[in-house]
């Protein structure tokens, strides 16, 4: 299970990947941490003929906060966001939802934005990006660009990034200390993708809730947010039974497909049960 | 179809080894077939049964998703690095023998080294961490109670 | 001195598997000259048109090895023998079969040029579901005969003479159907192979990751037409097997017949999708089961059971091995006289199916317990009762389908297991937690494990080659030292360190001066190999046997170089002694002087050799399992919280590793209850091809397993041991899917399907609420 032949090269700036990618075309695909790519490739379900290897490029890795956004460059590590100290509801959230990908392994060698330019429709970063409407920082050869989370996911493993264009960054919203952050995953086992997993961020002032965003992964072609489950939550208070209600109609709302680890009908018992349980829980 | 090879250095257990991969070679075949360190065995080579995991940089990764090109400049280690020749087990070897922690030995060397980075950390785990951290590789035989077991009288040996 | 047999040893294999020196097939592999690739049918059933591979590809087809197909016989009038060619070249049966195989000189590039082969097929409609299969004006998945049904491969009857008698009498009847899905043995390390000619001596080595390297030899000889000294397979360290590694590789005889072809070395090493692909199934069974009862005691018991048992029959012991196996022991533990069983395997366009770890055990057990519990109910007595009243308890027991159960513990092992579970106490906790929306179970598994059996047990199945006696050769050499050579073939089991604490003990020696050498046709004795928790059983009586017949020549030539009755002599701490005084003589002098001074000894005694041939009937194992397990009703999905093992193997030689096999056993038998499936598609198409789909557990979903032994003392095995190797995975998913079932109660569902997925037990609580609302 050897992976097709490809050449190798080794990228020492955003530039010089940009540049390789341009002289290489579509041919041509980028390493970050390998630990999606990689598998692909020795299926031969990827088939490079040029790997641009970006792992060495140390400007991408690490996160900063300026005022109210978090930036986490693309070739920070699951296992550095994961033992990270991002302030706040987010940094909790950053830490839980890193915890669950994978096993420790694939977190020490994946990245943040390996990950989300995989575009799995059931990661965890791709449920957060989609959750917080991330803004994704891309360069190209005519320079930066910005692509909004709800435009980035175009379809399962395919991201709306150009073939000549490498992720360098991804803007968070740091989140006030009145959000209330949850994510719940259903895996047959440990470490393994979501069958399906609800992500939630819900702001409550005064026991009302104020802003509701709920991100369901495993339902469809890529992560989903639970519009009519957030727009029921607005302006209630946040009740057993208001989490309730949202969790029926969130269920109602999403129209997965079954497979071999579930049917449509599991798919959806899933996403009730897990809206529930991710909006009753908090892990601030 | 095979493209220019390279020629790259790679550093395991100590030793540096000059060696010619073609760029697809990944580092669990470039230890077995250009390094002759054949004890660390491929199960699956799509990166879920662990039984390729080695250290590198002291961090476990799994071989077969690691590119022997990206382990250039790396300080890998593998399970011949535990304990050398006439060398008395290391104290997870020995854990491992102790608890009857393994059947037919596939998976071992894999453990080892998962279980190795474990023990040299400075955190000592909680049993649910433990778990965790275990349960990134896969074992068909021993249904891993004695793995645990092996692993937690290693912490404590080390500690001691 | 303290005996070594009951001793937790370290095993001797160990140290050298802990450094990493291990030598699996792989490791040979690295030195092969070629490297194959086989190029495998995309496509469940079809015809093949053409086949091609462009110049400069080394690649081969049918009609480049000649050898005869692998032809399994049972001799029985209901088996249909299927022929199973080493390439397939005209029908396509399943997805996955071999049609050619690549050689390149590694293995990328080979696996890069088989991607160049062109080949065509006419697609036909798959015959994939046993229930189509032999409806009538079906396809065949074989041109042959087929006395019954069409695709009906065995069709076997058993029915005891007052049957219908008694079970007319019964005051209540209760019926189950269980339901297995596709599963596989899934050993860590995949099949693979190295075949390399000698051209000095003109001899092929076929080094291998088998379970039975004599029947390797065996059938790749016979199909090839060749005299087996032609042939040296070798077995070396074995990544795990269970079953997957018992049966003849097409694989195998192809890469035989091309190194010979030509005068090469040539390595294949399965990819774990290709293990899914195309190594064995197992287990896709149904069974339905009526008991009847009378005054609570079951009285006869009525089945039918239905295997579905792939394209091809499995080398040696044939796609009989499930259904034949299920009949003879569905009745298991219990004791009743009357039984009515049919059994049928039928074939389709899916992978083959072979033994796996149990057989059809864990889903037979499934079908018994699953019938006590839900009578239990429907009597309204209590299942550890109704157990208890009906498990056997004379000894020796005549089964109704003819087996005699050697003594055990059956209701013993129930009992205890009872008391170790602390009923009330968790029934008490089953209600409270119920208040609390937290639904809790508990289930029980009481079960038998037939193991050891030779021969006879093989012959009565009809094989046409009948498994089943072991032989050792024992030689002690000249400075004292002990090697064994057995035809047994171990792969994780601790077999060596076991056989050295029983020589250790009739020898007074050190297990560690006794080395054990195995997996070698040249260098060891014919042997079945090691399956069905055999070796400790028959294995170990015959190395009993060889290390007595060594004793006694050591006491015998101390007798002649002391001058006085070997009666008046005993073995102690590795020298001879006269009894009641100082005089004795090393061991090792004793070996010096056989072999250097054999001049001074009777004639006749030179040398220190022996030899050990066991082949018993067979002795039965016992165990009762039982699991609590906390069902999340919301998503169906169950977390094992107590598992309880009490298991009688008779005499433990190392508990440390009858403990292995049975943590490993449960580990599997949760597995099989819960996680691993493989599902094709409705064109037959495998969709669980990797370690995403198809599910073995980590550590994370394995509990910890409290494991208490009983040891009936029985004459059925030489050295007290009973087989153990299987236990686990058969008690395992009764107790679970009866745990699951009583966590559920309170919804009326009955789970009778494994594995019992989230999704599936989902569908069942989905249902059963809409019609409570």
Known sequence: MKPQAFAYERA????????????????????????SLLPMMNFRLARPEVLIDIGGISDLRGWSLSQDTVTIRSLTRHCDIQNSDVPGPLGALLRYAAGLVGHLPIRIRGTFGGSLAHSDPSSEWCMMATLLDARMHVMGPSGARVIDARDFFLTVFTPAIEFDEVLTHIELPALGSNYRVNLKEFARRA???????????????DNVITDARLCAGGVSDRALRLVQAEAALIGQAPTPETFAQAASLASQEVDPNGDLHGSKEFRQDLVKALTKRSLAGSLT | MSSPRESITLNVNGSNYDIDVEPRRSLADALREDCHLTGTRLGCEHGVCGACTVLMNDEPVRACLVLAVQAQGQAVRTVEGLSVGSEPLHPVQQAFWEHHALQCGFCTAGFLMLATSIVESDNVPTDQELTDVLASNLCRCTGYQNIKKAVCSAIEATRK | MRSWVGRRLPRLEDPTILRGLGNYVADVAVDAKLFATFIRSPIAAGKLKQASAPEGVQCYFARDIIAQPIRPVLNRPDYVAVEMPIL?????????????????????ESEDLAELVDFDIDVLAPVLDTQSASASGTRPVHDVDFPSDVNVVINSNIKTPNFDEVFAAADVVVEVEVISHRQSAMPLETRGSVASFDPRTGRTTLTTSTQMPHIVQLGICESLGIPVSELRVIAPDVGGAFGG??????????????ARKLRTSIAWIETRSENFLSSWHSREQVYRVEGAFKDGYLTALKADILADVGAYSCYPVTFGVEPLMAMAELPGPYNFAEYSVRSRAVITNKCPIAPYRGVSRPVQTLAMERLIETAALKMNMDPWELRDRNLIHEFPYRSPSGLVVDPGSYRESLRLAKKLSNVEEFRDRQAKAREQGIWIGMGISSFSERTGYGTPAFAARGMGITPGFERVSMTMDSSGGVELRIGASPHGQGLTTALAQLVADQLKIDPGDIRVIHGDTDSTPFGWGTFASRSMVICGGATQLAANDMRDQLLNIAGAMLEISPRDLILEDGEVRVVGSPVSVPIAEIARTAYLSSHLLPEGSAGLYSTGEYDPAGTFSDACHVVEVEVDIETGGVEIVKYLVVEDAGILINPAIVDGQIHGGVAQGIANALYEELVYDSQGNLLS?????????????IPHIDIHHLETHTDASLTGAKGVGEGGTIGAPAAILNAITDALSPFGISINEMPATPSRLRDKIRTAQEVMQ
């Open chain 1, 191 to 205: 470490g393994d993708f979501a069958i399906v997993a609800v992500m939630s961020a819900i702001e409550v002032r």
């Open chain 3, 88 to 108: 397939a070249f005209d029908d396509i049966r399943f997805a996955g079969e071999p049609i050619a195989v690549v050689l390149a000189s590694t293995q990328a």
């Open chain 3, 689 to 701: 091809t990797t370690f995403l789909d198809y599910l073995p557990p980590t550590m994370a979903e």
């Open chain 3, 245 to 258: 590694k018992m049966s003849l590789a097409r694989e195998d005889v192809a890469l035989v017949a091309l």
């Open chain 1, 12 to 35: 020492e700036s955003v530039d010089q990947a940009v540049a390789a990618l341009v002289e290489h075309g579509d041919e041509a695909k980028v390493l970050a941490g390998g630990q």
